[in-house]
């Protein structure tokens, strides 16, 4: 049991659904205008019967809600913000002071120059304590010092030349007996 609405003659244009009571009151104002004229322009006379009104220039949220205004007499002495403003100042001042240094003086001195090169100074050579032969000695290193300590290593026929050849890893034990002198174990 839907109730219908009641049909009314649209002279302008479809209406929409339960929009019928619009319709209705816009009955007398649309007998003037065309349809097109209503479509591009709307209804007059809606929203004011005046059609030579103009609108307001200010909006109702200014016009509620002004900014306060100040007492307009002096709320504190003349010396009392002069001290203030000279107390700003002083500060400003002291702040921009510790905010930009003045930058030091640039070195432009290298390290050699500063660390190798001092006034004064006369670079000696010093004297050899013994005659050094580098084409024959052994040269020092960790391993020639620690050969002592080196495991899985074939025994070690001279102390002074620890890594020369040497096979008496491969020699037989029949053959090594007979040797006068036996390597130590070390």
């Known amino acids: 049991m839907a109730e219908k609405p009641a049909a009314v003659g649209n002279k302008v244009g479809k209406c929409m659904l339960h929009n019928w009571v619009e319709e209705r009151a816009m009955e007398d104002v649309d007998t003037q205008e065309t349809r097109t004229q209503i479509q591009k322009h709307g209804h007059k006379g809606i929203i ?18 002004t900014p306060p205004k100040g007492p ?69 290193t960790f391993w020639s010092e620690n050969c002592q300590r080196i495991q899985g290593a074939t025994a070690v026929p001279s102390v002074k030349a620890p890594f020369r050849k040497s096979a008496l890893f491969s020699t037989p034990i029949s053959q090594r007996l007979d040797e006068m002198e036996l390597p130590s174990d070390n």
């Open 48 to 65: 004011t019967m005046d059609q030579e009104s103009q609108m307001e220039s200010v909006t109702t949220l200014r016009a509620n809600f």
């Open 72 to 140: 307009g007499v002096r709320l504190r002495g003349i010396r009392g913000e002069l001290l203030e403003k000279h107390n700003a100042q002083r500060i400003r001042e002291k702040v921009n002071a510790e905010r930009n240094k003045p930058s030091p003086k640039t070195d432009f001195c290298s390290t050699t120059q500063r660390d190798f090169c001092v006034q004064g100074f006369v670079p000696l050579n010093p004297g050899t304590t013994q005659v050094h032969d580098y084409k024959s000695d052994q040269a020092i």
